[in-house]
């Protein structure tokens, strides 16, 4: 899997870029790759194997088990994260919309896609990216959910853009191993 990302329509290399260009503040590359996964459907399985296929190739990645200091904020710090990264793969799985943390995840990708030209790569994890796309399925049970609450009704306008437009991005489909 991992030689399918380094090789195809964008070549991760292992060295990081010390700035970005298209933003008036100075912000570090300190990645090459954020990792981007709803933790209970693929930290164990798929984003372990994918994770370490990254290190073995020399890629610099970050997944939030392992770079995260104890004691900070941990919101601030994968914000940052994500923007001091040159690529984010976002691993869309079957419950990826049920979490929050994961949807404004997402929205702060896309932003920095749109700001900074972040790479943004999505593996659709046995799900489909016209589900994604148009919140079907798994997804459209998960804004049942999330509707509940009508505390989040403006945040939810901005998770179901993100989900569209990660949607109609070029990624991989994995269906079968």
Known sequence: MASMITQKAYPI?????????????????NYDVFLSFYGKDTRKNFTDH???????????????????????????ELMEAIEGSKYVIVVLSENY?????CLDELVQILECMKEKGLKVLPIFYYVDPSDVGKQKKTFGKAFLEHEKDPKLSIVIQRW????TEV????GWHLYDR
Do not use: C, P, Q
């Open 50 to 76: 994918l994770y370490a296929a990254l290190k073995r190739k020399g890629i610099n990645a970050f997944r939030d088990d392992e770079k995260l200091e104890r004691g900070t904020f941990i919101a601030a």
């Open 97 to 101: 919309a049920f979490s929050k943390w």
């Open 160 to 163: 179901r853009a993100a989900l």
């Open 167 to 170: 949607g109609k991005i070029a």
């Open 13 to 29: 290399s292992s060295s990081s870029s010390s700035s970005s260009s298209s933003s008036s503040s100075t912000s570090r590359r």
